[in-house]
């Protein structure tokens, strides 16, 4: 599976911006994805998931109410919704995919497949 992630962007608080995560393949639908983001001197942190059926859904503390993930099987796409954005959530957002969709969810181990990142910048 090849991931490719886009839609990242400069925008002020308060704004709004979409991320998208395009894969290749034709298992898409059988994996859990997710959405990290690593800020300049931190680690990689969980931001939201998603099962393969789209039905179950995990959100970081930080982003829940203001993130929303969502996929679409039949586009191989997966996209993160971010409203109210603030300058803490800038930081380099990747898209994962996981084979076995396990209960470690919010761990970059259980990921077999990283997108290339794509940067959000949120001035304030």
């Known amino acids: 599976v090849q991931l490719q992630a886009s839609g990242g962007g400069l925008v002020q608080a308060g704004g709004s911006l979409r991320l998208s995560c395009t894969a290749s393949?034709?298992?898409?639908?059988?994996?859990?994805m997710g959405w990290f983001r690593q800020a300049p001197g931190k680690e990689r942190e969980f931001v939201a998931g998603?099962?393969?059926?789209?039905?179950?859904?995990h959100y970081a503390d930080s982003v829940k109410g203001r993130f929303t993930i969502s996929r679409d099987n039949a586009q191989n796409t997966v996209s993160l919704q971010m409203n109210k954005l603030t300058p803490e959530d800038t930081a380099v957002y990747y898209c994962?995919?996981?084979?076995?969709?396990?209960?470690?969810?919010?761990?970059?181990?259980?990921?077999?497949?990283w997108g290339q990142g794509t940067q959000v910048t949120v001035s304030s």
């Open positions: 994962a995919a996981d084979r076995y969709g396990g209960s470690r969810y919010d761990r970059t181990s259980e990921y077999d497949y």
């Open positions: 998603i099962s393969w059926s789209g039905l179950l859904t």
């Open positions: 393949g034709r298992t898409f639908r059988q994996y859990f």
